[in-house]
């Protein structure tokens, strides 16, 4: 299978804390992006992080790329309990995304 | 107000009923994506489509059929031939291939239909 597979499938943090869910796959990309999905609704595009690109910051979120690993991570910085969702990363190669099955994150208040 | 949308919100069908499930965007982008959800699970690749009147099959696309006959709408139908159709089903946009480098860009996602079957 081509789909990124993420880590850890669930994680559970105080609000405040950081969280760092990490995302693996298979196959080289042209591009690997970070959603986030909240129960029963669409996903939202949190950052998109190029293949020649090793590092990207958006507000409270850090994604990293090591394409030698094939692996990327995303860090939530100063959790809120609005963080909570699922958060899927998605590689793209030529014309299609491929989804991994998610990181269920809960931020208690 | 740019968006991409969809409908119905929930929809119930009969076995061996086709059903079909609308997407429409007005961001004035090429590619559209047809994703099925499972429960727990992630996105499934069904159909997908760079530019009007042609689309390509994703990964289940069996059991399911889409036209792309004007940039804003790709219609989804489920057949009687799909034999679990019940799920989540979302529909996505991208600039597609005159995007930036390096692929199509971020998706945009509608706010998905819920189809059960009974």
């Known amino acids: 299978s081509q789909q990124g597979e993420e880590d850890p499938q669930a994680l559970s943090i105080q609000e405040g804390e950081n969280a760092t869910m990490n995302c693996s796959y298979k196959t080289s990309i042209n591009n690997l992006q970070w959603y986030r999905q909240n129960s029963g609704r669409g996903l939202v595009h949190l950052i998109l992080?190029?293949?020649?690109?090793r590092e990207k910051h958006s507000g409270r979120l850090r994604v990293t790329l090591d394409t030698s690993k094939k692996s990327s991570s995303l860090l939530i910085t100063a959790s809120r309990a609005a963080d909570t969702a699922s958060y899927f990363c998605?590689?793209?190669?030529?014309?299609?995304?491929?989804f991994g099955t998610g990181t269920s994150l809960t931020v208690i208040p | 107000d740019g968006g991409i949308t969809q409908s119905p919100k929930y929809l119930f069908r009969k076995e061996g009923q086709n059903v079909t499930l609308s997407c429409e965007q007005n961001?004035?982008?090429?590619?559209m994506y047809w994703y099925r959800q499972d429960p727990g699970q992630g996105l499934r690749l069904i159909y997908y489509?760079?530019?009007?009147?042609?689309?390509q099959k994703g990964d289940i696309a069996e059991g399911y059929s889409v036209s792309r006959e004007k940039k804003e709408s790709f219609p989804l139908t489920v057949t009687s031939a799909q034999k679990n159709p019940t799920a989540f089903y979302l529909c996505?946009?991208?600039?597609?291939?005159?995007?930036?480098?390096?692929?199509?860009?971020?998706?945009?996602f509608g706010p998905g239909t819920r189809l059960t079957v009974l």
């Open positions: 996505a946009s991208s600039i597609g291939p005159r995007g930036l480098a390096g692929g199509p860009g971020e998706q945009f």
């Open positions: 998605a590689i793209n190669t030529g014309n299609q995304f491929y």
């Open positions: 961001l004035n982008h090429d590619a």
């Open positions: 489509s760079q530019i009007v009147n042609d689309f």
């Open positions: 992080i190029r293949s020649n690109e």
